[in-house]
C-alpha cells in the first residue's frame, strides 16, 4: 500500500511558476513509475508526467514538454513538478499516482492516488 499526499498548488499569474510536492509514504519505490494527472471542471483526467522511480526516466504529455520538469528525490521519498510559463489552460486540480513495473499514460491503470491539489492560472 502507497499513500501519496500532494501540496504546493495555488494561485498564480500567466507566466508564472509553482511547485508541487509528492510526499509517498513507503521507501520500497524502485518497482514504481510515478506520475502526475490533471482533471479541469468538465474534463477527463488527463496525463501531464511520469518518472520511473528506478532509471530516473522521465516522460511528458505534449501540452506541457518544455514547460513542466517532473523530478524525484529518492532520500525524501517525494516526486516534484516544477511547472514554469504557466497557463490558463493548465488550471486544474492535479493529482499524483503510482504503479508498478511499467509506464503508461492511461490513468485508468495506476494503482494509488493522492488527493489533488488545485492549480488556478489566471490571466
Known amino acids: 500500500q502507497v499513500r501519496l499526499v500532494e501540496s504546493g498548488g495555488g494561485l498564480v499569474q500567466a507566466g508564472g511558476s509553482l511547485r508541487l510536492s509528492c510526499a509517498a509514504s513507503?521507501?520500497?519505490?524502485?518497482?514504481?513509475?510515478m506520475g502526475w494527472f490533471r482533471q479541469a471542471p468538465g474534463k477527463e483526467r488527463e496525463f501531464v508526467a511520469a518518472?520511473?522511480?528506478?532509471?530516473?526516466?522521465?516522460y511528458y504529455a505534449d501540452s506541457v514538454k518544455g514547460r513542466f520538469t517532473i523530478s524525484r528525490d529518492n532520500a525524501k521519498n517525494s516526486m516534484y513538478l516544477q511547472m514554469n510559463i504557466l497557463k490558463p489552460e493548465d488550471t486544474a486540480v492535479y493529482y499524483c499516482?503510482?504503479?508498478?513495473?511499467?509506464?503508461?499514460?492511461?490513468?485508468?491503470?495506476?494503482?494509488?492516488w493522492g488527493q489533488g491539489t488545485q492549480v488556478t492560472v489566471s490571466s
Open positions: 499516482a503510482a504503479k508498478l513495473d511499467y509506464y503508461t499514460t492511461y490513468a485508468a491503470v495506476y494503482e494509488y
Open positions: 518518472i520511473s522511480w528506478s532509471t530516473d526516466s522521465t
Open positions: 513507503t521507501r520500497t519505490l524502485n518497482r514504481y513509475y
